[in-house]
């Protein structure tokens, strides 16, 4: 068996035990340890909760290399324990729902409580069908008043689906950063037709252009009043 001591040091454990006769039946069976050993995983208790710990936040072949368990051993220590912590955690259903994205090996969908500044899940996927099976399933759904999104119209879709009442509001962040490329694209055709001197007297330019107002230098305001 294997075990761990701290600081964190892999053992090897002999353990000794009775195995004892029932009278009855004549049947055979083994001392119970399960005080200390996890016998399903033929290891300690106290390493088993130190890989599950781990597994959130390093690769199973690290663990595998540092405890001396099988890499699939550690993966099914962790598929075990995230399966208990879904038994045990509820989220509530928030009244300001965020939906966005996020790029992991795929696009997939993240939903946030925007007020308490929580994650709610992520999504498999993007897909309009994935995210209206989330919602339906989401309970007491008539509390959610507000909705915050980018303009993937999939996840407009699928609100109106399932939250008919829910007030769509797009994520500024979306607006400005389109109002920004947009900005850009402007500049450089502009910039195409004016003489070489001209362009050398507007160099950084860019940079002004993005800067907010209160920030900008005497010579900075210059700069963007010929731009305008």
């Known amino acids: 068996m294997y075990g761990l001591t701290y600081p964190r040091k892999r053992v090897g454990l002999l353990v000794k035990r009775q195995r004892y006769r029932c009278r009855e039946c004549s049947q055979t069976f083994w001392e119970r340890l399960d005080y200390t050993i996890d016998e399903k995983r033929n290891c300690t208790k106290r390493l088993l909760s ?38 045990t955690l509820r989220f509530e259903t928030p009244k300001w729902l965020g939906i966005d994205e996020i790029h992991i090996i795929k696009p997939r969908c993240v939903l ?50 399932v939250l008919p009442k829910a007030i769509i509001i797009v994520d500024k962040f979306h607006v400005v950063r389109m109002a920004n490329q947009a900005l850009e694209t402007i500049r450089k055709q502009l910039r195409e037709g004016l003489s070489p001197k001209v362009r050398r007297g507007l160099m950084h330019d860019r940079f002004i252009l993005l800067k907010r107002h209160k920030e900008l230098t005497e010579m900075d305001k210059i700069t963007l009043d010929l731009w305008t």
């Open 50 to 87: 130190y890989i599950e710990k781990q597994s959130l936040k390093r690769t199973f072949v690290s663990i595998s290399e540092d405890v001396g368990l099988n890499e699939k051993t550690i993966r099914n220590i962790f598929r075990d324990y995230i399966k208990r912590l879904e038994e």
């Open 112 to 161: 946030t409580n925007i007020e308490e500044r929580t994650l709610l899940d992520v999504l498999p996927n993007r897909n309009k069908e994935t995210v209206v099976r989330y919602l339906s399933r989401l309970p007491n759904t008539a509390r959610i008043a507000y909705v915050t999104m980018d303009m993937w119209q999939p996840h407009k879709d699928a609100v109106k689906a």
